[in-house]
């Protein structure tokens, strides 16, 4: 073999080990990541370990940072607000609950399709003579929300143009107030709701519409300051967000995680039972 053709399959080599060597230069081995504390049955404060968090949306992450060789660390970082700025600053790299909102994209690079959808639903009294099939069945009745809750910009101007919401400071007083028949709906979250009710011992009292009023999307948003950030990171996570909601794995881990955090919480008894603040 001649000199040129010697350099010419070396060359053609080189090239062709590349994009592999680019591609593991920039993989980031280690993800720190935080959330709300406060959310159950999608992310909470470990009882066992208040220095990390645990839950649906963690249990996901993991499954899928495990696939592609990432080591994940969920960690308390305070309240939601104080969590947004950890990772705004970088000093975290990713938010696994993240609201799509506007003002976010100039610091954060939101993954699509969302990790899990938050399915908000309509809940009354048991025996309720409430008709509700759309959002505007509820025009004229009073209702209420928590003031945690995390709904679509869309479907909160509507709320606020077209519904009567009373603001409570979180779910437990949300339900209280239906149960007192001071309203006569609240909007809660499909799991939220279901682990609220059973744990103030308001299951057998109260039901939920099946059919969602809202879906705001919790995505994974990675900081534009994380040192992480790059575009291989991004599209695998796109990538896997995509193949999850094929694979069952979501319905299972969110009901075992509802299931985890009444074990807890029973666990904690006679203390009052701390519930979902949305």
């Known amino acids: 073999m001649d000199l040129r053709r010697l350099c010419g399959w070396s060359l053609l080599m080189g090239l062709a080990v590349l994009p592999g060597l680019t591609a593991a230069a920039g993989k980031c081995e280690r993800l720190v990541v935080t959330g709300s504390p406060d959310a159950p049955p999608y992310l909470w404060q470990d009882p066992q370990n208040p220095k990390h968090l645990i839950g649906a949306s963690a249990d996901l992450l993991q499954q899928v940072a495990g696939e592609l060789g990432i080591k994940i660390e969920m960690l308390y970082a305070g309240k939601r607000s104080q969590a947004l700025d950890e990772v705004r600053s970088g000093r975290m790299d990713m938010l696994a609950d993240a609201p799509l909102t506007l003002n976010e994209l100039e610091t954060l690079d939101y993954i699509h399709p969302p990790l899990l959808e938050n399915d908000y639903l309509v809940w009354t009294r048991k025996g309720s003579a409430l008709a509700y099939r759309e959002a505007k ?23 606020e143009q077209q519904l009567t919401l009373v603001h409570t400071p979180n779910l437990t007083q949300a339900f209280q107030t239906l149960l007192l028949g001071e309203v006569e709906y609240v909007l809660a979250g499909r799991y939220s709701g279901m682990a609220a009710a059973q744990a103030l011992g308001m299951a057998n009292d109260l039901q939920a519409y099946p059919q969602p009023i809202d879906k705001p999307g919790l995505y994974l948003a990675v900081s534009h300051n994380s040192a992480c950030n790059d575009p291989w ?9 995509t193949e999850l909601p094929a694979s069952g794995l979501t319905e299972a881990v969110l009901q075992r995680n509802i299931e985890r955090w009444k074990a807890q919480q029973q666990q904690l008894q006679p203390q009052p039972a701390s519930t979902p603040k949305q």
Request: a positive charge.
């Open 137 to 159: 069945d509820l025009h004229g009745h009073p209702g209420a929300v928590s003031q945690k809750a995390r709904l679509t910009q869309e479907f909160g101007t509507f709320a």
């Open 233 to 241: 990171l991004r599209g695998q996570l796109a990538k896997k967000m």
